[in-house]
């Protein structure tokens, strides 16, 4: 409850902020390959996607530095390919759903109006949903337990046309144990590579 109202007063605020700086805004959808660090001895990257919306506040005059506070709704997780008792294997749908919120910095190389520019910064992670398929028998994803809470760092590079319509590449890379009673209790790490298009409002 305390993390549903620490997440609501945040986009609030940013919101808050977003009107007050008179700034711009923007809308962004991606796709992506996530998996989860370490957890499953087969597991496989699923392919999810982002949608969210962010702001782009200027942090300089000269066209070049920003803060970009984003809210995503973000479908992550993995496929786990647990082994039957004859040997064979089958997968295992591991889906869950975030609530990402990156809070960047933004550098464009230059002033110019279409031009390259690297990204970065932490972000936090609200899981408000999880779907572990049932394959009809005990699985170690069946009885994992998933945290609630992610926190990690995201870097990125990407291009600009006009200062409008951009398309970039990210990696995100969690820094808390996602998962708390794994058969290897190995430290599972958020990874996520992202590839979207954003269009930002004039």
């Known amino acids: 409850m305390n993390r549903k109202l620490f997440l609501s007063t945040l986009i609030c605020f ?24 370490d957890v499953h001895s087969h597991s496989k990257s699923r392919g999810g996607f982002q949608v969210g919306v962010f702001g782009l506040i200027p942090i300089t ?15 992550q997780g993995e496929f786990d390919q647990p082994r039957r008792s004859n040997g064979s294997y089958e997968k295992q749908q591991i889906f869950l759903n975030y609530i990402n919120v990156p809070l960047h910095a933004k550098l464009y190389f230059t002033d110019a109006e279409s031009e390259f520019f690297v990204e970065g910064g932490p972000y936090l992670g609200f899981k408000i949903g999880e779907n572990i398929e ?11 337990e998933f945290s609630s809470f992610d926190f990690g760092a995201t870097l990125g590079v990407g291009f600009s046309m006009n200062r409008q319509f951009e398309a970039s590449l990210r990696y995100s890379y969690g820094l808390v144990d996602q998962v708390s009673n794994d058969a290897a209790n190995a430290s599972n790490s958020t990874s996520i590579l992202n590839l979207g298009i954003s269009y930002i409002f004039n």
Request: proline residues 4%.
């Open 134 to 144: 049932d394959v009809g028998y005990p699985t170690e994803a069946g009885n994992n």
């Open 61 to 75: 005059n000269n066209d070049i530095l920003f803060f970009q506070p984003e809210v995503n709704f973000s479908a």
């Open 14 to 37: 940013l919101l808050a902020d977003l009107a007050y700086s008179q700034i711009r805004i923007g809308g962004r959808l991606s796709g992506s390959m996530t998996n989860i660090t």
